[in-house]
Nanobody, 128 residues
Framework: QVQLVESGGGLVQAGGSLRLSCAAS????????MGWFRQAPGKEREFVAA????????VYAASVKGRFTVSRDNAKNTVYLQMNSLKPEDTAVYYC?????????????????????WGQGTQVTVSS
């Protein structure tokens, strides 16, 4: 069973930056793709970014591309989400997620149905 724990959320002014972390335990982290999602009040949870298990390939939602960067440190079993040029519309609870199986391809990493392990979430609030 995998455990995911996010940290790094907080309150920031528009234009500012935050770095979220997600520490994973319970499986061989380096074999698994990882994803970030977010959920704003009254809205459905949506895809933000994902990183492959191999070669660090990444995919982003159009709304964050060029502002957010996902990365991983397999030695620390941690995935990161660097968020720059934050906007009020980025306000949400951010979740990291892991798929059920190892060695996942990039196809489908932007689909919430491809994940079955979730962290508890960390709140990000961007003030205008």
């Amino acid at each position: 069973q995998v455990q995911l724990v996010e940290s790094g959320g907080g309150l920031v002014q528009a234009g500012g930056s935050l770095r979220l972390s997600c520490a994973a335990s319970g499986r061989t982290f380096s074999r698994y793709a990882m994803g970030w999602f977010r959920q704003a009040p009254g809205k459905e949870r949506e895809f933000v970014a994902a990183i492959s298990w191999f070669a660090g390939r990444t995919v982003y939602a159009a709304s964050v591309k060029g502002r957010f960067t996902v990365s991983r440190d397999n030695a620390k079993n941690t995935v990161y989400l660097q968020m720059n040029s934050l906007k009020p519309e980025d306000t949400a609870v951010y979740y990291c997620a892991a798929p059920p199986g190892p060695f996942a391809s990039m196809i489908g990493l932007d689909d919430i149905k491809g994940y079955d392990h979730w962290g508890q979430g960390t709140q990000v609030t961007v003030s205008s």
